[in-house]
């Protein structure tokens, strides 16, 4: 059920749950050098803003909400962030000082637990040895770079500015300034790209010392230039044939150089590894989006802020929570998205959840090929990870 905007409040049910669920915290920076081609991320240049936000009034707002968040929360006990990720748009862009000043704001506000999971993403152009180092002192523990391709042509068909060895170079500083935690980002199945051009990216990934890679299929999304120039016939749209073998082709290689997938597009090279911040979304914890547009998560109760900057820091300065909406979600609602987002995990998906209708559908999934069942879980084989999106549709259409 949705709502219209309004200043948020939380029924007892669902603040119930705030200190038996782990709960995690997102930051997000709304600001990028440049627009990528492929991105519809609630992000913007220093000339689409103009003078109306800057991150010098980003972070005086992200105070701000920082400390409403607190304070809404703490009639259940504020609780200790189990993780946190600063992500965006680009958050290496605020510089390494500004992104202490943000964890030392969660800190002093909900607190951090002493074995949490701290993150940041970052453009490797826009860090530096000094960077990672600054970070790891203010208690970043992993850090995630958008690498997408070691293939020049591959970067300059994705808009991406940084150079194709930057990545990499970017990686090792972050391992030798104490970062046990990397990863790279890859997308594939961009117009141009090859095997070849995927292998090599592979290559330098496993070079870099990465423990955790995310890969993902290039989407086109409407109202992107990447859109607009394959509307225009000026490239290809992705193949999806293409996009399977290429996805193929990263699991194997990982595999073969140690990593585990543990959900369809993330891959890890031991349990510690693995995003605990990421798990918390698709494991039904809470969590609380903090800036432009992030989105929240409290007991069955969604919502999210105003997207643009200078909205958002105008209704906090005003007193108010940043809320552009909220959503109440229903059993039903809640256990569709159980069904979607357990899927995906090599954890899989408990039967006893599903109806005696899905549970059926689940075991024509398996004598499919899609799927296995063991120990009272579905978990998708490797063809029905390609497929995973029509296996969630078997099962929750199921009657």
Known sequence: ???????????????????????????????????????????????????????????????????????MLSAAGVPQADSVFVGGGTPSLLGAAALADVIDTISNTFGIRPNAEVTTEANPESTSPQFFQTIREAGFTRVSLGMQSAAQHVLAALDRTHTPGRAISAAQEAREAGFKHVNLDLIYGTPGERDSDLDASLDAVLAAGADHVSAYALIVEDGTALARRIRKGEMPAPDDDVLAARYELIDSRLAGAGFQWYEVSNWAANEEAICRHNVGYWNESNWWGIGPGAHSHVGGVRWWNAKHPARYADQLASG??????????????????????????????????LSSAERAAAERCADEGLAEIAEGRLRLTGRGRLLADGVVRQIVTAE
């Not at 995690?24 to 913007?44: E, K, L, M, Q, S």
């Not at 357990?342 to 998906?349: C, D, F, S, T």
């Open 1 to 71: 059920m949705s709502l219209p905007a309004h200043e948020l409040v939380l029924p007892a049910s669902a603040m119930s749950t705030v200190p038996e669920r782990r709960f995690g915290i997102y930051v997000h920076v709304p600001f990028c050098a440049t627009r990528c081609g492929y991105c519809d991320f609630n992000t913007y240049t220093a000339g689409e803003l103009g003078s109306s936000a800057s991150p010098e009034s980003w972070l005086e707002a992200f105070k701000r909400e920082t400390e409403l968040a607190a304070k």
């Open 320 to 353: 108010f929570l940043p809320v552009g909406g909220v959503e109440t979600l229903s059993a039903e609602d809640q256990h569709l998205e159980y069904v979607m987002l357990a899927v995906r995990m090599r954890a899989g998906l408990a039967l006893r959840r």
